[in-house]
């Protein structure tokens, strides 16, 4: 039996909005500001994860122990405070004309994000008029 494609899926960082740059570099910084490495490069690799589960990579590598609660809520406050610093992310190439075209076609285009970056979530309609619904 054949099913029928209904939405598309679209996650933010690097899909919607060219933001991974901003988040690779607060990554980096904010981890060698607390004497632990994790570079541009591999911030990159764990796109995706949430903030703890990267947080934790580095602390089990380095330290041989997962981040308590309060240093994982500590080191990502200071990482989405240095994210936030940056300048406003902009569209990525190509998704306006996609999402359009997603549309057109009768799909409904939905946001799935890991991201807690309300500058992003807050930007969705400003950048994408009229393309996604808030849904609970």
Same mark, same amino acid.
């Given at each position: 039996?054949?099913?029928?494609?209904?939405?598309?899926?679209?996650?933010?960082?690097?899909?919607?909005?060219? /933001? $991974?740059?901003?988040?690779?570099?607060?990554?980096?910084?904010?981890?060698?500001?607390?004497?632990?490495?994790?570079? !541009? =490069? =591999?911030?990159? $690799?764990?796109?995706g994860?949430?903030?703890? /589960?990267?947080?934790?990579?580095?602390?089990?590598? =380095?330290?041989? !122990? =997962?981040?308590?609660?309060?240093?994982?809520?500590?080191?990502?406050?200071?990482?989405?405070?240095?994210?936030? /610093?940056?300048?406003?992310?902009? !569209? $990525?190439?190509?998704?306006?004309?996609?999402?359009?075209?997603?549309?057109?076609?009768?799909?409904?285009?939905?946001v799935?994000?890991?991201?807690?970056?309300?500058?992003?979530?807050?930007?969705?309609e400003?950048?994408?008029?009229?393309?996604?619904?808030?849904?609970?």
């Amino acid at each position: 039996m054949k099913k029928k494609l209904k939405a598309v899926l679209f996650d933010m960082d690097g899909v919607l909005f060219d /933001s $991974m740059p901003y988040h690779s570099e607060a990554w980096h910084t904010v981890m060698k500001s607390h004497g632990h490495t994790l570079s !541009r =490069e =591999e911030a990159y $690799m764990h796109e995706g994860r949430t903030g703890a /589960s990267t947080i934790n990579i580095v602390f089990q590598r =380095e330290l041989g !122990r =997962e981040a308590t609660q309060e240093e994982i809520e500590s080191i990502y406050q200071e990482k989405s405070v240095l994210f936030n /610093s940056y300048p406003e992310a902009k !569209r $990525m190439p190509g998704a306006w004309e996609l999402l359009q075209k997603v549309k057109k076609d009768g799909l409904v285009p939905m946001v799935v994000t890991g991201s807690g970056q309300l500058s992003l979530l807050e930007r969705l309609e400003q950048n994408y008029p009229g393309m996604f619904r808030k849904e609970l």
